[in-house]
Every structure is written in C-alpha cells, then in structure tokens.
C-alpha cells in the first residue's frame, strides 16, 4: 500500500498495556501514512492499568512504527495526558525528532492551533475523585473483555456484535460533560487567545464543531480514540479532516504478529568495541619500561 502524504496528524487515547487498545489496526493505520508532523495527544501508554503480564507485542509493535516515522524525518510530538501523566516530569524534552510536552501551540497556514490533552479541566480527574477514575478506568478495561467473550457468543449464534464498553464510555462521557462542561471552557479560552483551533482528546468522542460567543469564534476539534471509535484528526489541503479507520481498506495489510520470542544467546568470540584510547600516557610509559632490555 501506497503511503499517504499528510501534513499533520493527531491521535490520542491510544491506552497501550489495556485489552481495549486496537492495536493492530493502529499498526496498519500507522503504515499508511507518511506525516510531517504527527502529534500524540495524551494517554498513549495507560499508565493507570499498566502491569507487567500485558503488554502484548501487537502493542510494542505501535511504539516501532512511530519511531519508524521518527527515524523517517516525521517530528513526532508527545503531548502528556492523564493516563500517562508519570510523564509530565519529563517534560520539554527535545530531541531528534521527538518532543514531550504538555501542551501544543502551533500555526498552520496562518491559523493558530492550541492542542492539549483536556483533563485539565475535567474535575473528575483530580483530587479525591481521582482514585475513583481510576477504579471506573479499570472496570472499563473489564468490561471489554467480558463484552469480547459475549460478542463471540453472539458470532457463534449468528447475531449482530454489540458494544457494551461504548454504552457505558458514552454515558460517562455525557455525565462528565454535563459536569465538567470543559468543552465549553477549552473553547472560551481560546476564544480569548484568539485562536482558531482549539484541539482536544481525553474523553474519547471524535468531534468536529464550531463554538461561538459574544467575543468571537473557534474550532473546537477532538481526536476520539483508538478503544471504541478508531479515529484520527488529519490536516491536509489546507483543512482538518476526521478520520475513522475501515478494515476493508486493509484487508490484504493486516500485519501478522508473532508472538514467540527468539532465544536468547549471549556467547559470542566476537570483539565488538575496542576502547584503546581509554589507556593513559602513564600506562603507556609502564607497559614501554617493562619491554625494554637493561644495556
């Protein structure tokens, strides 16, 4: 498959280490494109649910591909999200073609772009409430693989799959909203900074709108995720497009994982590094003493 030409590309909410990561789609999507800049706009790596006994090599294989780009002249930009906010002391690390930041102001033809994460603003995060985010993060992550186990029930039984981690993601979705109402609030701030884009993920709902005020006008714009939607925020002919993954796009693409690891070897006769430059004038003179005969 030819590699598509994009100027820009955002994805967020990627949860790698979680059963609900579709990881192998992201894969395909990843080879698919050729970004100049790709922007990874929080909660890339869960680090809530992280645990050593998963962390298939499905999701490994994520992490190469974006360094792949890297590697390829892509800038890849790491913007921290709540998730993976262990991170976030690490920020404004700049190296290569790689970025840890925890927020984004960029222009693009002439449009001022402000790009963060979005639980800044979400309550529900913080605090005391924070512990039981992340209880509800990991009834979440449960919940997927039981509705996995009913969907392939309902295959055998020759019915529609159905998605119950959506139902339960879209209610909370609405409830921190109604709440929080941060949308609003990310939209009249950059209303005030007089930007034209204001550029969010967190709460894994894809969305393209406008917001209006009596102080002016802005873009809001959300990445959605890659657990439930599967979609990406692309900006290419001079405008940002909502992409939203089709696997019959990449059915001959599908990227086989294998999952046996190679023994490990550790013998070898071989001289790899050679530091001769290590030894000093003293050990030279030494070594240049004890050779030489007494006259």
């Not at 609900?20 to 990874?40: F, T």
């Not at 927020?103 to 001022?112: A, P, R």
């Not at 800044?120 to 186990?149: C, E, P």
């Not at 430059?277 to 007494?294: D, E, G, L, M």
Request: proline share 2%; glycine share 6%.
């Amino acid at each position: 498959m030819e590699k598509r030409s994009v100027d820009v590309v955002i994805i967020s909410d990627l949860h790698l280490g979680t059963y609900g990561c579709h990881a192998k789609e992201l894969v395909n999507y990843l080879k698919s494109i050729a970004p100049k800049i790709l922007i990874l706009n929080g909660d890339i790596i869960d680090v809530w649910q992280f645990r050593k006994r998963y962390f298939p090599i499905e999701h490994i294989q994520v992490i190469k591909e974006i360094m792949n780009l890297a590697a390829k002249g892509t800038r890849v930009i790491y913007v921290t999200g709540n998730h993976d906010e262990a991170m976030r002391r690490y920020t404004d690390i700049d190296f290569g073609n790689f970025q840890l930041v925890d927020k984004v102001v960029m222009e693009i033809n002439g449009k001022m772009c402000w790009i963060f994460h979005g639980d800044v603003f979400d309550t529900t995060t913080k605090g005391s409430a924070k512990m039981l985010a992340k209880l509800g993060s990991r009834g979440y992550d449960l919940l997927i693989r039981l509705n996995r186990s009913i969907n392939w029930i309902l295959q055998l039984m020759g019915k529609e799959k159905m998605s119950l981690s959506k139902r339960v993601m879209d209610r909370v979705n609405k409830a921190v909203i109604r709440i929080n109402n941060f949308e609003q609030t990310a939209a009249e701030i950059a209303i005030e900074k007089k930007y034209d884009y204001v550029i969010c993920g967190h709460i894994h709902e894809p969305q393209m709108r406008c917001v209006i005020n009596d102080k002016g006008t802005v873009t809001y714009l959300n990445s959605g995720d890659w657990v439930e939607h599967l979609t990406a925020l692309e900006f290419y002919n001079n405008d940002w497009h909502m992409y939203e993954y089709d696997a019959t796009k990449y059915a001959a693409t599908i990227v086989k994982m294998e999952k046996k690891m190679p023994q490990l070897n550790v013998v070898t006769d071989d001289v790899a590094l050679l530091f001769s430059s290590f030894v000093t004038p003293a050990q030279i003179i030494k070594n240049n003493f004890a050779f030489t005969s007494p006259s």
